[in-house]
């Protein structure tokens, strides 16, 4: 874990580029040993048989679709996930509070799953806030993908006003950003792709 001021200095990062730009991404927001940890868990060391296609929609109205979006995820349950996973959430709760104190967010808690993008899939441009459930706030991602090279592919890329933003899956990093403001989407890589992907919310987790 890094130092009280190591991480203040995180969470003031995330704060204004939340604030000024809509999102953040910042380097080393898990060492190379939390990566690793993670990696070693059951969880992603038996990813071909935990891991689920992912679905397009929420509820009733959730449906695979390829053609849309080719991840495999398996949700965490905080309450009883292996200890790496433990000192994520420790992790994104303190940054929780400090939103909430910087930028009055009134966020709550976290929802989050791990994500395999097999070499070549994708996910098409979209918003993450639900049409019928606006209770996402930020979007986090934090990379699990060790040596990645940027010819490998396999970016998130944010859809801003003016531009584009590309961040490449480097193992450690951080990305959020706007669930409600900003489309994104995930292009194709000649690789898997890891990643814990997850959703700030402005209600507590238990009511999600």
């Known amino acids: 874990m890094p130092s009280a001021a190591e991480f203040e200095f995180v969470q003031k990062a995330v704060a204004d580029g939340l604030a000024d730009n809509g999102y953040a991404v910042i380097e080393h927001f898990l060492s ?3 990566v690793h940890a993670i990696l070693d868990t059951d969880e992603f060391r038996d990813r071909k048989l935990l891991f689920r296609k992912a679905g397009v929609g929420k509820q009733q109205e959730k449906q695979v679709n390829e053609g849309i979006r080719g991840d495999h995820i398996y949700w965490l349950d905080p309450s009883h996930a292996s200890q790496p996973f433990v000192l994520y959430f420790q992790k994104i709760r303190k940054l929780i509070h400090y939103l909430n104190q910087e930028l009055f ?3 709550k808690e976290a929802e989050i799953h791990l994500t395999a993008y097999p070499a070549g899939t994708f996910y098409k441009r979209h918003l993450d806030q639900f049409r019928k459930d606006d209770h996402r706030r930020i979007s986090i ?3 699990l993908n060790d040596n990645w090279k940027e010819s490998e592919g396999g970016q998130l890329r944010l859809f801003l006003p003016d531009a584009t933003k590309d ?6 990093r951080l990305a959020c950003f706007r669930s409600d403001q900003i489309e994104h989407e995930v292009l194709p890589a000649t690789r898997e792709r890891l990643s814990l992907t997850g959703w700030i919310l402005d209600r507590p987790l238990d009511i999600v």
């Open 32 to 34: 190379a040993e939390e």
């Open 105 to 107: 967010l009134s966020l």
């Open 141 to 143: 991602l934090c990379y």
């Open 167 to 172: 961040i490449f899956p480097i193992s450690g």
